[in-house]
Nanobody
Framework: QVQVVESGGGLVQPGGSLRLSCVAS????????MGWYRQAPGEEREQVAIITSGGSTNYAASVKGRFTISRDNAKHTVYLQMNSLRPEDTAVYYC??????????????WGKGTLVTVSS
């Protein structure tokens, strides 16, 4: 069994910062890609940032320069540092892990999401 659990969401004022964390646990052999997606009310889920096991990153244009993704491979953890937050960043943020289990089955795993609200 594999679990992906996010934490760190909450209410923040415009211009503020927030740090999200996500841990993958269970029968994990290797984690290839970890990342963050978000879904605002009435919108489709969109990719925010992803990071490979080697540290290569990719960001959505809307967050580039404001958000930073990082990971600790030993802890199966990915972080999203969000600075200069805007009201349009309000969304449920989902963690994602592309990984192989100990049975060497590769699949995508998702967390249940954490709500980020940017409002004064």
């Amino acid at each position: 069994q594999v679990q992906v659990v996010e934490s760190g969401g909450g209410l923040v004022q415009p211009g503020g910062s927030l740090r999200l964390s996500c841990v993958a646990s269970g029968s994990i052999s290797s984690i290839y890609v970890m990342g963050w997606y978000r879904q605002a009310p009435g919108e489709e889920r969109e990719q925010v940032a992803i990071i490979t096991s080697g540290g290569s990153t990719n960001y959505a244009a809307s967050v580039k320069g404001r958000f930073t993704i990082s990971r600790d491979n030993a802890k199966h953890t990915v972080y999203l540092q969000m600075n200069s937050l805007r009201p349009e960043d309000t969304a449920v943020y989902y963690c994602y892990a592309d990984l192989a289990t100990l049975r060497l089955k590769r699949n995508d795993y998702w967390g249940k999401g954490t709500l980020v609200t940017v409002s004064s």
